[in-house]
């Protein structure tokens, strides 16, 4: 695994180094030449379908980043901005996710949250997507959990591994664009 990789050591809380065969290389962080011509640099392009989002940048490049998206039936596409950024966030279980799994009632909305820390499901940084001036309850965040990065198996978030996020949270600014595009079918790719 490259160095980006390894213990992150100066935060408050510890993250463990991405272990190595788990993440394919190809969804390691990249510069790459930039696909989306059209788009002005700062805007974030989330495609599901590939499992990658792309930052785009000055000079024709764009950072890529794989990630992990929503399962089947948990997808959300569309335009949205980074309303704000937050640096290890308190997750707040959504209503909806709390029905479907009732162990979660102690990190609902209505008890306060999860605190911060290695295992919380926002991981080291999340960044708030709004749509309309609306919070989609969308998110970009990190997660303690690398072997889904390239998979369909979260509750619609996109996920990027901490360190990742980290270095994502530091270059995107916020009311950013953000374009996710529909993905053309359910993907995983193992």
């Known amino acids: 695994m490259p160095a980006a990789y390894g213990p992150v050591l100066d935060e408050p809380f510890p993250i463990e180094a991405v272990p190595a065969g788990v993440v394919p290389e190809r969804f390691w962080r990249q510069r790459v030449d930039n696909p989306f011509r059209n788009e002005k640099p700062g805007t974030l392009i989330v495609d599901p379908g590939t499992f990658y989002l792309h930052l785009v940048e000055e000079g024709g490049t764009a950072m890529r980043y794989g990630i992990g998206v929503g399962r089947q039936g948990f997808s959300w ?10 640096k290890w966030p308190r997750w707040k279980a959504p209503d909806d996710m709390v029905a479907r799994n009732p162990s979660l009632i102690p990190y609902s909305v209505a008890n306060g949250g999860m605190d911060p820390g290695p295992l919380n499901p926002l991981g080291a940084r999340a960044l708030y ?11 970009i965040h990190g997660n303690p959990e690398a072997d889904s990065i390239g998979k369909a198996v979260s509750s619609g978030c996109i996920r990027l591994l901490n360190q990742d996020i980290i270095d994502l949270h ?3 600014k916020n009311r950013a664009k953000v374009i996710v595009v529909p993905a053309s079918g359910p993907a995983s790719v193992a």
Do not use: P
């Open 77 to 86: 596409s569309g335009d949205a901005v980074v309303q704000y950024k937050r």
């Open 129 to 139: 997507l709004f749509q309309n001036g609306e919070d989609t309850l969308y998110r």
């Open 170 to 172: 530091g270059r995107v």
